[in-house]
């Protein structure tokens, strides 16, 4: 990465994952679909991440400073079956449609794969009510237009014109938040995939390789919104939460170190605080605890990402205000987290530290009996 | 010895290459190794084969080939010996490899020994003599094996190894797969048992045996794990060997089944039982014909065009195109994942990405299809098998136990199963022949009487036939009824309406299963959503915690889960009921806390705090009554709070509060000193007039008491204040009795001068208001304690001052044990005294109450339903409400026409005033509503974009370019366009008064706005479209009849059909959500409007108290299908209203 590229808070994943996507392209043997920059089978590989290191083929001749062998990272934790299928329904003529709760990277899925697939995740439409037509077809340089009249020139194209003509993915982030009206352009566009330009008397066809990945909430204004006709022309997949432990509590480590090394200081990363943060995040999300007892569970969606931003928010707060416990911010920040539409949530959580808090505590484990003394800030 | 992964290749090629005998090595339900089995032994040609199959039962062989055999059938074998269950089950499908074996050994008549130890072997571990070397055990090499595989355990091994990928292979090289796969589970598990190994030794001697028989070319089709243990070559690889003979052999009696494919799955319990049946049977059929799995493709699409009928079935839009991209799904993953043919996992998963689209009905669409792969298919047995003998064992097991077998004649026998072991086992055996559905037994006793069950039982040749029937399920009545109750588990599980058969498990004694259910019930949530059946399921199993259900001990554990959860989703449904104004709120609760009476949650603590807070007084008493009595509050802080009711300025709340406590917890007021004291102190210390004033409401909170309550009250206070157990007697003779009494005291003393006496409590009569510590006064003022409690209580107090009272109060609230809703005809039958008319009521209740007191009666009296009341006084003098409205309306059905019209300035009036009031509140949101498009007409604010567009033609160029535009586009007011419908549906069933009144003003506001237009549908089970009055609040509420049962599915459905355009309507739903049937149904209703577009959101009250009794379960059920629940006011209706429309 150059430093510029270093100073941006974020970075597309094509930028972030590189020299994996280069490496990958050369080491890819098998068939690509057409429009395709990796195969299916190269694709799953690089969501999914390999123990052993990958070797490239004999006799293939690579350009200088590449190596001959990789690991690829593991970028998302779960299914293997899912990026599987997620990756055979790209392939067809249907769009795919990533659902799930919030904070289960559907968003960080779709950029993989875009990424992964056309080279590039740019081509976004983020879904808002404010959405007009013009995001999802075409729009016009007024000033142009009144200049020169109807030119190709004066079109401004929607990032999904633009993926139709370079062959790439679209991306439609919570897609849901569009206007209906508005959702249901695509119907004709994954159909028959042509945008007609009726100013232009031209019909603009999409190239091999295009396709639309769309993400929607579970929660608020769900897939039931959406017509029955769009709905037709997606494969739906549902991104589960982490359902592994460790594996989760590992995410949140290396998300939260991620995230405390950007801030510019050094901060170290309580262990212990974390595995209880992921511990109550966890109990909460399923309704039930580590050891088996029942949770009653609070309304709010417990997301991993929110868990990430917990720990975070922890670990500055040591950082900065080193004199006060850090075990006494944790009630604070998790009622913050778990009370958010329903005050009956705020009864859970207390229920909850009179249960599987207080029983932990009562079996001598040290940071539990410290969260469970300071049940009073719950109140 | 080197333990890696060489070694198991070295050891697959010994097995192998091994003639003698020729392995086949076999899962027990394997469609590839079925369908390849035939060709295995084509190749080979043995001249005699050996199976893993009980010595003892190999005459069953030729019935199990037979021809006319029609797998699946099942092989079942007990020990002839009463009272052993030692018990061998044998199934076999056209997919199990010993079946085709057997097959092709009659059609090609080779002869086939059953080479395994005897079913009726008996194994004594003690008495064996092992080489017991642990066997190599490399976990290491296998981790890695089954990662590589991606194997979770063997089972899966076996699938990723042989079945998903015999596709297009020899069968040699499916043998050779095969061994290595037994070999892996062999060397990666725990080291065989005793039993494994002893069996093994059966089968090396049977070889032994046929070899020195003379057969040279002998194939041996055994498990794969088995045939490292069988083979001599192994022996020298340090593999645990047993030489021990078997000791003992039982005699066996076998008969063999039809069996079924829903016994067969997995999931039904049987322990060894395969996954989809349906599909390994097209497996099996389709390679069995052509081997290199060319058709596996069609026969995927066969079965995905099953799932997708299934669907479809279920209301789910699978169209062409749906089907097209699963099947092309299917074929790609397999693809993908490198799979030979196309699998059951491809094809599931392609169905779950195609077909299921993120619906509120995914779970049971998921159900739906996987019964499409396990559907149902029977077994035939042929001709020559001999009759199952499940008949005839239980007709031996009713005669053991001395129940009729013979007469058709029914006859009762009382049982007491706590008492006697016979009765227990009679009881179980009567509830498991239930369970089946045989008509021998009739249960007439109450399902939950623990003591004694009574059963009417006859032997008739229903009985009998009936018992033929159920043969595929087991042999005798314990495993008969055992796997009927599992399919009917199955099914359960599947059908998301049908419930779960948790007291069949219970009833019939099959603790494991009731575990299961429990388990399942927890997991997929899957409780009945009304308050009864939960508490009915909670007695359930607090019974059994109790261990009053007969030695009946399931898993501790899921027990004490699925308790606890019916506590919590019963609290969570009373939550619903926190402001609810009526008593039998109360009595759920009260019901709820006496179920966890012995080990109370926390959550069921806070609720009953949370109920002392509550803005309802019923509710607040129940809630302090509960606490006190589970141990958590002191009776003297309830106590202090019921003696402070007098102080409330609200008569109602007073009222409230005490019949609260009665209702709730009357023998804790009766008993408990700390509770009652202060009250009763009140009470008799008050003055007349105080007490009079307080007279009305005290006598309508105690008419909750039942009669004999009000007789075992009455004692009880005899008991405590022993002055009034005069009550019945004279009053003010008891100053008299006593002074005899004293007298009569002192002259005993001066007769037993040695003899220690308590002394006496004197006393006295005083008309003074101090009170001493030590007497009672019977008065404070001159309404006698007696005659206070008589008045309170509604008798008839002897003292002829207060008869009047008396007289009053009883006309409104019945006579003695009466109580709510008791009518009294005026000039008629009446006990004792009674009025004329209702006017001479009236007055004498002016002159002896306070006229707020006054008030109060005449409206209970409008409450009580009394015609007459509304029609002959003067209402109009009372101040309107909407309380006097609500009476009215209940009141509506019972008077005649003119009658109603005399109302209506009345109800007009009323009406009036409450539009005025909400208008002003409600217009101000719903003002500045615009349309979305844009029009033509001049009106209001240019639309410049479209302007821009629809002019883009007519442009000038001079120089610059000038647009002429000559059509302009504006944005449009609301105009009398109905652009938008709105749904008001409202629940006119009892209880609804109130937000019946407030939707039909709200209705007639919202009808007057420009871009509306609202359709009212007021519905109980039936539905009636009460459009046409919309704008006419007062003739609605008059058309609209109160009452009946509530079928909010129909009434949705009815809106549904009315739609025009759903994304352009809202529907609002008034109701307590109380469904009266399964509220499935309505469920769907509310996903599939939601999937059409329609807006909506349900209200529970729709009133300005903001008080609201619903059924949470069922609002929270519909708030997941896409309706928003919740209690609000007309204002924020309007406002949820404004957000879409503006």
């Known amino acids: 990465m150059t430093t510029k590229e270093k100073s941006y808070q974020s970075l597309p994943a094509e930028i972030l994952w590189k020299e994996e996507l280069d490496w990958l392209e050369l080491y890819d043997q098998n068939p690509k679909p ?13 969501i999914i991440g390999t123990d052993e290191p990958l070797r490239m083929p004999k006799g293939k001749k690579l350009p200088s400073g590449t190596n001959a062998t990789l690991r690829v990272t593991p970028k998302y934790v779960g299914n293997r079956s899912l990026i599987e299928r997620c990756t055979v329904t790209l392939a067809g003529e249907r769009g795919l449609m990533l659902v799930g709760e919030p904070g289960t990277a559907k968003s960080m899925l779709s950029e993989l794969f875009a990424a992964a697939i056309s080279g590039t995740s740019s081509f976004t439409i983020q879904g808002t009510a404010g959405v007009p037509e013009e995001a999802f ?150 309704g039930l605890s580590a050891e088996g007892w029942t949770v009653d569970k609070p309304s709010t969606v417990m997301s991993t990402a929110e868990a990430v931003s917990v720990s975070v928010s922890m670990a500055l707060e040591k950082a900065f205000f080193p004199s006060k416990d850090i075990h006494s911010a944790f009630p604070g920040y998790l009622l913050g987290t778990v009370e958010k539409d329903e005050p009956a949530d705020r009864g859970k959580l207390l229920a909850y530290w009179d249960g599987p808090v207080a029983r932990r505590g009562k079996n001598d484990d040290p940071v539990w009996k410290k969260l469970h003394d300071l049940k009073d800030v719950l109140k | ?152 355990d063997t089972h899966e091994l076996w699938e990723r190894m042989i079945e998903e990928s015999g596709a297009g292979r020899t069968s040699e090289e499916l043998r050779r797969s095969a061994l290595l796969c037994g070999i892996i589970m062999r060397m990666t598990g725990e080291s065989p048992d ?96 052509s081997p290199d799995g060319s058709t596996l493709d069609n026969a995927a699409l066969e079965l995905i065009l099953k799932a997708a009928r299934k669907m479809r079935e279920m209301n789910m839009l699978i169209t062409f195109p749906d089907i097209r991209e699963t099947w092309r799904m299917a074929l790609d993953l397999s693809a993908l994942r490198s799979h030979k043919s196309v699998t059951i996992r491809d094809i599931t998963d392609a169905i779950e990405a195609s077909c299921i689209k993120g619906d509120a009905r995914d779970i049971f669409a998921r159900r739906g299809i996987e019964s499409v792969f396990s559907e149902e298919r029977q077994g035939h047995l042929c001709p020559q098998a001999p009759i199952p003998p499940l008949g005839k064992n239980v007709q031996t097991e009713l005669e053991a136990l001395g129940l009729p077998v013979k007469s058709a004649t029914p006859a009762v026998f009382r049982l007491s199963p706590a008492e006697s072991p016979k009765d227990l086992k009679r009881h179980i055996l009567l509830c498991r022949l239930e369970i089946l559905g045989i008509p021998y037994g009739e249960r007439i006793s109450e399902r939950d009487t623990n003591i004694t069950t009574v059963w009417r039982v006859a032997w008739t040749p229903f009985v009998h036939s009936a018992l033929g029937f159920l043969a595929v399920y087991g042999q005798d009545s314990f495993s008969a009824a055992r796997g009927y109750l599992k399919v009917m588990f199955r099914k359960a599980c599947e059908t998301p309406d049908e419930d779960i058969p948790l007291y069949a498990a219970a009833e019939g004694a099959f603790p494991d299963l009731f575990s299961e259910m429990a388990t399942f019930i927890i997991e997929n949530s899957r409780f009945p959503s009304d308050a009864a059946s939960l508490q009915h399921m909670g007695i359930l199993i607090s019974r059994i915690k109790q261990g009053l259900l007969y030695q009946f001990e399931p898993d501790h554990d899921v027990l004490e889960a699925l308790f606890d959860i019916i506590i919590n989703k019963l609290i969570s449904l009373h939550e619903g009921h926190i402001n609810s104004p009526s008593i039998d709120s109360i009595r759920a609760i009260s019901a709820t806390v006496a179920m966890a009476s012995n080990s109370m949650p926390r959550t069921l603590y806070w609720f009953l705090e949370r109920c002392t807070s509550s803005p309802s007084q019923l509710i607040s008493a129940c809630g302090w009554c509960n606490l006190v009595m589970a141990g958590k509050t002191e009776g003297s802080v309830a106590g202090s709070i019921l003696g402070s009711v007098f102080e409330l300025g609200d008569i109602s709340s007073a009222r409230d509060f005490t019949k609260g406590v009665l209702a709730s917890a009357l023998n804790l007021f009766e008993m408990d000193e700390t ?104 008065t404070v003022g001159k309404i006698s304690l007696n005659a206070r409690w008589q008045l309170i209580l509604g008798i008839m107090p002897r003292d002829k001052n207060y008869a009047a009272h008396a007289r009053a109060l009883s006309a409104v609230f019945g006579a003695g044990g009466g109580g709510e809703g008791s009518h009294l005809d005026f000039g008629g039958a009446g006990s004792g005294d009674s ?42 003098a009372l101040p309107p409400s909407v309380d006097l409205l609500e009476s009215i309306m209940s009141l509506k059905g019972s008077l005649s026409e003119d009658r109603i019209a005399r109302l209506r300035p009345l109800i007009k009036r009323i009406v009036d005033e409450l539009t005025k009031r909400l208008r002003s509140r409600v217009s101000s949101a719903l003002s500045g509503i615009k349309t979305p498009f844009s029009s033509r007409r001049k009106s209001g604010s240019i639309d410049l974009k479209r302007t821009v567009k629809g002019n883009l033609s007519k442009v000038i160029f001079d120089p610059n370019p000038v647009i002429m535009a000559d059509h302009f586009y504006f944005r449009k007011r609301a105009a009398r366009r109905m652009e938008y419908t709105v749904f008001l549906l409202v629940d006119v069933s009892g209880s609804m008064n109130r937000s019946v009144i407030f939707s039909a003003v709200t209705a007639a506001i919202i009808a007057s706005l420009p871009a509306v237009e609202v359709k009212f549908l007021a519905f109980n089970t039936e539905t009636v479209d009460l459009s046409g009055l919309v704008s006419d609040p007062l003739s609605l509420l008059l058309e609209v009849d109160i009452g009946g049962g509530t079928d909010i599915f129909r009434a949705l459905k009815t809106a549904h059909s009315m739609m025009k355009s759903p994304p352009r309507s809202f ?71 404004a957000g879409y429309l503006k």
């Open chain 1, 34 to 46: 057409p429009g395709w920059r990796l195969s299916p089978a190269t694709v799953v590989t690089f």
């Open chain 1, 137 to 286: 077809r075409y729009g016009w340089n007024y000033s142009m237009l009144l200049g020169k009249g109807p030119v190709p020139e004066a079109l401004v194209p929607s990032p999904v014109l633009s993926a139709m003509r370079q062959g790439a993915i679209v991306r439609v982030e919570e897609i849901t938040r569009c206007m209906p009206e508005i959702q249901d352009m695509l119907i004709s566009i994954l159909s028959e995939r042509v945008i007609a330009i009726p100013e232009l008397e031209i019909m603009e066809r999409a190239l091999q390789g295009f396709s639309v990945i769309a993400t929607a909430n579970l929660r608020d204004r769900g897939v039931n919104e959406m017509s029955a006709a769009l709905k037709r022309r997606f494969n739906f997949e549902t991104v589960p939460p982490i359902a592994d432990a460790a594996l989760e509590l590992d995410l949140v480590k290396r998300q939260t170190r991620n995230l405390l090394d950007r801030s510019g200081f050094d901060i170290p990363l309580d262990e212990e605080i974390t595995q209880a943060i992921v511990t109550a995040f966890r109990d909460l999300r399923t």
């Open chain 2, 1 to 152: 010895m080197k333990s890696s992964g060489e070694t198991f290749i070295k050891t697959a090629e010994i097995l192998a290459a091994s003639q003698s005998p020729f392995f086949i090595g076999v899962r027990h339900h394997s469609p590839v190794l079925s369908a390849f089995a035939g060709r295995m032994l084509d190749e080979f040609k043995p001249d005699c084969v050996l199976m893993e199959f009980p010595a003892d039962l190999e005459d069953v062989i030729p019935l199990i080939s037979h021809a006319q055999t029609i797998a699946p059938v099942a092989l079942s074998a007990r020990s002839k010996e009463a009272g052993h269950h030692s018990e061998v089950f044998y199934p076999f499908a056209d997919f199990s490899p010993e079946l085709q074996v057997m097959r092709w050994c009659r059609e090609n008549d080779i002869p086939l020994k059953a080479a395994d130890l005897p079913a009726g072997a008996v194994h004594n571990p003690e008495n064996e003599t092992s080489e017991t070397i642990d066997a190599p055990n490399s976990p290491g090499v296998s981790e890695s094996l089954m990662k590589h595989f991606e194997a979770d």
């Open chain 2, 194 to 289: 005793s039993e494994t190994l002893v069996r093994e030794a059966h089968m090396r001697k049977t070889l032994e045996e046929a070899i020195s028989d003379g057969y040279k070319r002998i194939a041996f089709v055994c498990g794969s794990y088995h045939c490292v243990g069988i083979s001599a070559q192994t022996l020298s690889l340090d593999f645990p060997r047993n030489t021990h003979a078997v000791s003992e052999i039982r005699e066996m009696d076998s008969c063999l089944v039809p069996y079924s494919f829903s016994l067969l799955d997995s999931r039904s319990g049987y322990a060894s039982g395969i996954d989809f049946p349906l599909w390994r049977q097209k497996v099996w059929e389709n390679l069995y014909e």
């Open chain 2, 675 to 778: 509770v009652s004291g202060p009250f009763h102190e009140r009470i008799r210390t008050m003055n007349d007039d105080t007490f009079l004033s307080h007279l009305p409401w005290l006598r309508d909170a105690f008419s909750v008491l039942s009669s004999a309550d009000r007789q075992r009250f009455v004692s009880i206070l005899g008991v405590r204040e022993d002055h009034l157990s005069g009550i019945f007697t004279d009053s003010g003779d008891a100053a008299i009795l006593a002074r005899c009494d004293k007298a009569g005291f002192e002259k005993v003393k001066e007769l037993f001068p040695d003899i220690e006496f308590a002394q006496p409590v004197i006393k006295t009569d005083s008309t003074s208001p101090a009170v001493q510590d030590e007497t009672y006064t019977v």
């Open chain 2, 835 to 876: 009025y004329p008319t209702v006017r001479e009521w009236e007055a004498d209740i002016g002159g002896l109450f306070t006229s707020e007191n006054r008030d109060f009666l005449v409206e209970k009296a409008v409450r009580e339903n009394w015609a007459a009341a509304v029609t002959d006084l003067d209402i109009d």
């Open chain 2, 1067 to 1137: 529907l609002v739903l008034v109701s307590d959500f109380e469904e009266n049937s399964s509220d499935y149904p309505m469920m769907r209703e509310i996903a599939a409007m939601a999937e059409a577009g329609v807006k909506m959101t349900g209200i529970a009250a729709l009133d300005d108290t903001g008080k609201a009794v619903y059924n949470t379960q069922t609002a929270s059920k519909a708030a997941a299908a896409g309706m928003a629940v919740g209690v609000s006011s007309p204002l924020d209706l309007a406002r949820w209203l």
